[in-house]
């Protein structure tokens, strides 16, 4: 019976120490496209270009559908943690686990919102009938 119960221990506290690890590392986002809604249901997907500015839609597939693409819209990666900084004005703070990228952002203005986007595959995936807009440095 001691056996038993010495098994028993040696297989809980293993267990224990496996529902502790950390995830293992997100591979890089660069050249992937990530998509989903936010907390005011507002649709959004974005493009990770591996030069480190990510370029971003608003409502994808729509009849409003319109992208941004500017050298000012950056990200940045370590580990699991991701940083988007569309213009200076707005921030987006998230957690990569799986294929699912979820966090809070932020504006100048004092609004704050949460997202869930979910990964859409590698490389840009956009709609080629999409509008474009290209936005200007410092705008």
């Known amino acids: ?17 496996l ?15 990530w998509g989903g809604t936010d907390s005011d ?14 370029r971003y839609s608003t409502n994808p597939g729509s009849a409003t559908a ?15 943690t991701v940083v988007v900084v569309l213009r200076k004005y707005s921030t987006y703070l998230s957690t990569i686990r799986g294929n699912t990228m979820e966090g809070e952002a932020w504006n100048r203005n004092d609004a ?8 859409r595959g590698k490389g840009d995936l956009r709609s080629k009938t999409e509008p474009r807009i290209r936005m200007e440095e410092g705008r």
């Open 1 to 17: 019976m001691s056996r038993f119960r010495t098994a028993c221990t040696l297989l809980v506290v293993s267990l224990s120490f």
């Open 19 to 33: 529902s502790f690890a950390p995830p293992p590392p997100a591979s890089s986002v660069a050249n992937s496209t």
């Open 41 to 54: 249901g507002d649709a959004y997907e974005f493009y990770f270009h591996p030069d480190g500015h990510v």
């Open 66 to 80: 319109a992208s941004y693409d500017s050298k000012a819209d950056v990200w940045s990666q370590n580990g699991n």
């Open 112 to 119: 704050s919102w949460s997202y869930t986007w979910k990964m």
